[in-house]
């Protein structure tokens, strides 16, 4: 009689979420949410480089990351409302950190107000920042991705998004276009082994 075959052994579910080779970038991740998701990636095993205005703050949080993690971390300066920073960004992580497996499009600002009190600034700094930034990132890098047939990138929309909230009119109107800029290239990307997504949270600590 034949020998059974050995029994296969079942990933466990941290197997199967397991980013041990992957590296990602996150923008707005020196502080708040941006630095949670920093260290849930760095835990499953990605190494993590972190972005903003504020180099000082990005290389102080990727710092303690590591200490905590061990996985290697880093942190860069960016302006997501500046094409040129934008570009340079994906020039200084891939000479200096290495391609990026995984993009999260974090940085987002806020401007509360009445219509009737809200500036024209006010307006154009929330869309610049959080429709515009989320825009220059995804064109920087996901080509890329594509190139090496993998990537994912996951953007942060709001549910702000999907219903509405008085004195709220810069911001969501800023998440909804995120929302819909996500919709358009899942779908330009569908075959290539990229997926983008986004996540809409609602009022968190």
């Known amino acids: 009689m034949a020998n059974s075959p050995a029994p296969t052994v079942p990933q466990s579910a941290l197997d199967l979420f397991s ?42 949080a990727a710092e303690t990351l ?17 094409a040129a920073s934008v570009a340079q960004l994906a020039v200084d ?6 391609p990026v497996d995984i993009l999260i499009n974090n940085a987002g600002i806020n401007r509360r107000g009445a219509i009737e009190d809200l500036t024209e600034d006010d307006f154009d700094s929330v869309m610049a920042t959080n429709v515009k930034g989320v825009f ?19 953007n942060l929309a709001s549910i702000l998004g999907t ?7 810069p911001y969501a ?18 075959t290539t082994g990229v997926t983008v997504n986004a996540i809409a949270p609602g009022p968190f600590a």
Do not use: Y
């Open 163 to 169: 219903v509405g909230m008085s004195q709220r009119v």
């Open 19 to 60: 980013l041990k080779g992957r590296r990602a970038l996150i923008t707005g991740g020196h502080m708040g949410l941006g630095v949670t998701m920093a260290r849930a990636l760095a835990d499953a095993g990605a190494d993590v480089a972190l972005a903003s205005r504020t180099v000082d703050a990005c290389l102080a």
């Open 66 to 82: 590591a200490k905590d993690t061990g996985r290697a971390c880093a942190g860069f300066k960016v302006d997501v409302t500046s």
């Open 136 to 154: 220059l990132a995804c064109r920087a890098f996901l080509p890329q991705m594509r190139t090496r047939g993998w990537g994912r990138v996951v």
């Open 93 to 98: 992580v891939e000479r200096d950190f290495g």
């Open 173 to 190: 109107s800023s998440k909804a276009a995120v929302a819909n800029m996500t919709r358009v290239l899942g779908l330009e990307f569908a």
